[in-house]
């Protein structure tokens, strides 16, 4: 395989006080010949990469993150997807090989053998399926509405960030399992796509200046799942029916700044309510089962992806910040790399 002479890689330069800058990251251009593939690794040509808010954290000095900081000068960690061009000795892998792993916001990688997965052939699914329902995506969805907020037919499940890549596939997951669903999203064009594409019973947009009327008027919730945290989930805290679940999955609103905290959290006390953070990683080795019941269901038409696509890896740096402004709708994704892999969709 022929590489180019260089390529290109994002380093993190800056740490941000609040919100992530232009000089956050900087570019760097490498000669691909210090590309060394060892025995067992592999040279990667980046197809995709995932944009997540998680990122945001990763670059904080925290000591008790669940994945440690990205170190100032280091490539900026990313999810994605990526075709083998080089094989080292005793490699399992083959050029040409579909892959996903940490590659990084890279041209191209050189990765452990271990650190990579060959992307498996499921019927109706295409490669970016990896990073969307069939990814830590439609992962975090499945698990934290089964296993956390233990939903059952007939109840009643808020989501928060309803439009995003997580509560897009949480909403469709609930109305699959014949739940009532009420989503919460950030613009009308966000809550008409909602009501319209995905099939939600009600959606309203936390921006209205009768958004707490709309909620209330919803109805109480079994179960919570929370994308966003801070006043969203303050109010969410009086809306739980008895025994009601609040499945903590995330907290975008806080992200950029100080947690500014909770006061309803008492409300909880008279419901016999419960929340509980989770953390998708725990459940790999369940995975496949929940791959193979999203994949039914995509095959099926029930379960609709999206993704929000910018191109080119030059473009990270500026996308990632629509995570935190509502610039996306679904699954935020780069295309980094025209190889024609990256243009099966
Ligand atoms: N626990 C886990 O293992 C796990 C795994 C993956 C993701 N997560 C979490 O899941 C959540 C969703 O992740 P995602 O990848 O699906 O991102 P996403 O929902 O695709 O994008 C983030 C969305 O959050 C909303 N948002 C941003 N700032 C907000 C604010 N101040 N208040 C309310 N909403 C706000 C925006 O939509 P609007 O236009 O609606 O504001 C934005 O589109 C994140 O909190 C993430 O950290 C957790």
Redesign the pocket.
Known sequence: MHLPSTYKQYVFDERPTEHITPTTFKCETKSTSDLKVGPGQVLVEVTWISL???MRSWLNDSKRAYTPPVKLGEVMRAAGLGIVVQVGEGSRFSVGDEVSGVVGWREYAVLDDKAVTKLPTIAGAQALDFLGPLG??GM?AYF?LIDIGKIKAGETLFV????????SVTCQIGKIMGLKVVAI???DE?VEWLKKEIGVDVAVN?KAPDFRQQIIAAGFADVYFD??G?E?LNLMMTRMAMKGRIAL?????DYNGKPKGLTNYTSLIAQRARIEG????DYVKQYPVAMKAIAEWTGKGLLKRKFHIVDGLDAAPAALPL??????T???VVKVSRHEAASKL
């Open positions: 997540d808010p998680a830590h995506v975090t934290g928060s960030g309803a439009a995003g890549a997580v509560g999203a950030g613009s966000k936390y994308n966003v801070g969203i999955c995330g907290a975008i609103s989770f953390v998708v990683m995570l935190y402004s509502g610039g996306n679904g699954k935020l």
